[in-house]
C-alpha cells in the first residue's frame, strides 16, 4: 500500500469528548431531546430541510443567549480527547498532513483546528450574525456524507494527493464514503459510534492513542 502522507479527522466524538449540536443547544438553555426530535423529523420525511433549520434555529434564539460570544465560548469549553493531541503532534512529527473535516459548524471546526494545529479545516453549518452578533441564520447541508467526500476531493486537489495516500478517522455515518474511497477507514468505538463504519474499516480502535501503533 502507498505511504500515508494525510490523516482525514472527524472532530465529534472522535478528537472531542462530547458532541457540539449537543452541547450548543444546551448552552443555548435547550435540551438534546429538543434537537433530536427534529432531526428525527426530519429523517422521516415530516417536515422538509428548510424547515428543520429553521427549527433549530428557533431552538437556539429562544432565550436570547444565541451570540457569537456565547457560541465560541461553547466551542471553547469542548473538551478534546485525551490522546487527542498527542497522537496529532506524533502524526505531524512524522511529517503527515492533518485535516478535519466535519459535519458541523465552522466556527466551531476553526476553533479545534486551532486547538491541535491543523491548517486544513472543512465543515458543514456556516452560521451568519447579525449586527449585533447575535445569530441570524445558519446554512446546512443534510447530505453529510456527500459535502464530506466532496470536501475531501478539494482537500486531495489542494494538497496533491491521491485518496490511498489518506486514511481516515471516524465515529460517524457521515465518514462512510471516506472510508469506502480511502481504503483506509479507523473506526473509533465511542459513544457515538455507528457500527456500519466496522464492516468497512480497515482498522477498528478504541482509543486514539492505539493509532499509533498503526502508522508507524
Same mark, same amino acid.
Given at each position: ?33 429538543e434537537d433530536l426530535e427534529v432531526v428525527e423529523l426530519d429523517r422521516s420525511g415530516k417536515i422538509s430541510h428548510e424547515e428543520a433549520n +429553521? ?12 451570540? @457569537? ?11 478534546? @480527547? ?26 466551531? +471546526? ?17 452560521? @451568519? ?25 478539494e482537500f486531495l486537489q489542494k494538497n496533491n494527493l491521491r485518496p490511498d495516500e489518506c486514511a481516515t478517522i471516524g465515529d460517524s455515518d457521515n465518514d ?12 473509533? @468505538? ?27
Amino acid at each position: 500500500m502507498p505511504e500515508i502522507k494525510a490523516i482525514i479527522f472527524d472532530i465529534d466524538g472522535t478528537l472531542t469528548e462530547k458532541n457540539s449540536w449537543q452541547q450548543l443547544i444546551i448552552a443555548m438553555g435547550g435540551t438534546w431531546e429538543e434537537d433530536l426530535e427534529v432531526v428525527e423529523l426530519d429523517r422521516s420525511g415530516k417536515i422538509s430541510h428548510e424547515e428543520a433549520n +429553521a427549527r433549530v434555529l428557533a431552538l437556539w434564539k429562544r432565550h436570547g443567549l444565541a451570540s @457569537r460570544e456565547n457560541f465560541q465560548k461553547t466551542f471553547e469549553n469542548m473538551n478534546l @480527547r485525551h490522546d487527542a493531541l498527542d497522537l496529532v503532534n506524533y502524526l505531524k512529527q512524522k511529517g503527515i498532513i492533518i485535516c478535519l473535516i466535519t459535519g458541523s459548524m465552522d466556527l466551531y +471546526a476553526q476553533t479545534i483546528a486551532e486547538k491541535v494545529g491543523a491548517q486544513n479545516f472543512y465543515s458543514n453549518a456556516i452560521l @451568519r450574525w447579525d449586527e449585533n452578533s447575535m445569530i441570524k441564520d445558519f446554512i446546512y447541508d443534510w447530505r453529510q456524507g456527500e459535502l464530506k467526500l466532496k470536501q475531501f476531493r478539494e482537500f486531495l486537489q489542494k494538497n496533491n494527493l491521491r485518496p490511498d495516500e489518506c486514511a481516515t478517522i471516524g465515529d460517524s455515518d457521515n465518514d462512510y464514503e471516506l472510508f469506502k474511497l480511502t481504503g483506509r477507514g479507523i473506526a473509533i @468505538r465511542t459513544e457515538y459510534e455507528d457500527k456500519v463504519l466496522e464492516s468497512i474499516a480497515w482498522k477498528v480502535v478504541n482509543s486514539l492513542s492505539e493509532i499509533k501503533n498503526i502508522i508507524k
